[in-house]
């Protein structure tokens, strides 16, 4: 089955904690991409990457980080610098250029 | 001024009749344009893909792009309650490595 996986589902942190999210896609997708989605709000571009080893911010990427060490993976680290983030993240997958398909997302939540 | 708008609604149309969605965008040299639908709680998943001006049908699907202006648009045809869902327009900028998404029109078919 081909497709994007994130894990976990939910995720609950504590005040000045950090905490990795992960994506891995086994579509052979060059680009991957982390969006933030709050409630009744469109899609923001956190980070997003085209190739191993290379990624950019894209437009809200502070308080975050991303690796890319694989094709395959693209974990989000949602560090203690960012002060607001209970949202909804989601990882997409691409050939550079064309369509973006989309993992089922990870529901964050800071307690 | 946004990359991408959309009328938020919510849209309220009656089951069986066409329902009409629309997007603009500000970045002419924008190459390749997407319709997405997302359920609540969901990820968003891809309905259409369209690259050149002129329509582009798929089942009860029509797309509809016109860039000199700048504006993309989505029919629903025989629209059925299932069809209930928040439809998000994404452009993907000149330099083909980021997409702009719109915050999203809700749709509402009523039964």
């Known amino acids: 089955d081909g497709g994007i996986t994130q894990s976990p589902k939910y995720l609950f942190r504590k005040e000045g904690q950090n905490v990795t999210l992960s994506c891995e896609q086994n579509?052979?997708?060059?680009?991957m991409y982390w969006y933030r989605q709050d409630p009744g709000q469109g899609l923001r571009l956190i980070y997003y990457?085209?190739?191993?080893?290379?990624?950019q911010k894209g437009d809200i990427a502070e308080g975050y980080s991303v690796s890319r060490e694989k094709k395959e993976s693209f974990p989000l680290t949602v560090t203690s610098a960012q002060k607001n983030p209970t949202a909804f993240y989601l990882c997409?997958?691409?050939?550079?250029?064309?369509?973006?398909?989309f993992g089922p997302g990870t529901r964050l939540t800071v307690l | 001024q946004k990359e991408v708008e959309q009328n938020s609604g919510p849209l309220s149309v009656p089951e069986g009749a066409i329902a009409s969605l629309n997007c603009t965008y500000s970045?002419?040299?924008?190459?390749?344009f997407f319709w997405y639908r997302q359920y609540s709680g969901k990820s968003p998943e891809l309905i259409m893909s369209?690259?050149?001006?002129g329509d582009k049908e798929d089942g009860r699907f029509t797309a509809q792009l016109n860039k000199a202006s700048q504006y993309v648009s989505l029919l629903i045809r025989d629209s059925q309650p299932s069809d209930s869902a928040t439809y998000l327009c994404?452009?993907?900028?000149?330099?083909?490595?980021?997409?702009?998404f719109g915050s999203g029109t809700k749709l509402n078919v009523k039964p």
């Open positions: 997409a997958s691409s050939i550079v250029g064309r369509e973006q398909f």
């Open positions: 579509l052979n997708h060059d680009a």
């Open positions: 990457s085209q190739i191993v080893n290379d990624f």
């Open positions: 970045d002419r040299g924008s190459q390749s």
């Open positions: 369209i690259y050149s001006n």
């Open positions: 994404a452009v993907n900028a000149n330099n083909f490595n980021k997409f702009y």
